[in-house]
């Protein structure tokens, strides 16, 4: 399949290893966060959310940290695997006049080596 | 399939050409979303859909891109007199309802105009 993010910025960690991924939103307004992984070929899949009420939300081996103040959004993935090479996106949902759309950030490349 | 699907998965247009493109989304959904994705770029957000009224097109890049979705389910993408820069992978997604609910994404059409 095609590739995805070519020329993103990489994080490499050891498998077994904690990675943390940084992403920075655009609008205090945003009410609503998700943080997606996608693979080669593949559409965007959708791993956890956090609303903007709360600044920690975990899920199964990931936990979600949202910073207000400073517009700040990582992403924790404890005793990262193999299968968690791919690229990261942060979004955020945006509300303009009733409509919803979603902003995503860079992307991050997570390189799991063995 | 349970999922959004997008057809086709691939389509080569000669510069100039129409082409069509087709998000079927998870049945129920009444948001659908269609995004532009740049090799090593995030999605950028083109248009999205509430059951089938169009309510933002803010992010198409120019009149040569036109979406429907007449009967609220399926959604087409045209790009009509394609251009080299249109090359890209386009999504499609839906979610539940507007607002903040999680998007899903089919696996994208990747369309090279040469």
């Known amino acids: 399949g095609e590739s995805v993010g070519l020329h993103l910025p990489t994080l490499s960690v050891q498998e077994g290893d904690n990675s943390i991924i940084n992403c920075a939103y655009s609008n205090s307004a945003s009410d609503y966060f998700i943080w997606y992984k996608q693979e080669s070929g593949k559409g965007p899949q959708f791993i956890i959310d956090i609303r903007s009420n709360m600044d920690k939300r975990q899920g199964q081996r990931v936990t979600v940290l949202l910073n207000k103040t400073v517009k700040h959004l990582s992403l924790q993935i404890a005793a990262t695997q193999p299968g968690d090479s791919a690229v990261y996106f942060c979004a955020e949902n945006i509300e303009t006049s009733g409509t919803y759309k979603y902003i995503f950030g860079t992307g991050t490349r997570l390189k799991v080596l063995a | 399939g349970a999922g959004v699907s997008q057809s086709p998965r691939y389509k080569v247009a000669k510069r100039g050409q129409d082409v069509a493109l087709r998000c079927d989304p998870i049945?129920?959904?009444?948001?659908l979303f269609w995004y532009q994705q740049a090799l090593g770029q995030g999605p950028e957000f083109l248009t999205y859909?509430?059951?089938?009224?169009?309510?933002?097109k803010s992010g198409l890049p120019s009149d040569r891109f036109f979406a429907e979705r007449p009967e609220g389910s399926v959604s087409t993408l045209k790009i009509q007199r394609t251009q080299q820069e249109d090359s890209a992978v386009y999504l499609c997604?839906?979610?539940?309802?507007?607002?903040?609910?999680?998007?899903?994404f089919g696996p994208g059409t990747r369309l090279t105009v040469t």
């Open positions: 049945s129920g959904h009444v948001s």
């Open positions: 859909f509430q059951n089938e009224a169009q309510l933002d």
């Open positions: 997604a839906s979610s539940f309802d507007s607002g903040d609910y999680e998007q899903y």
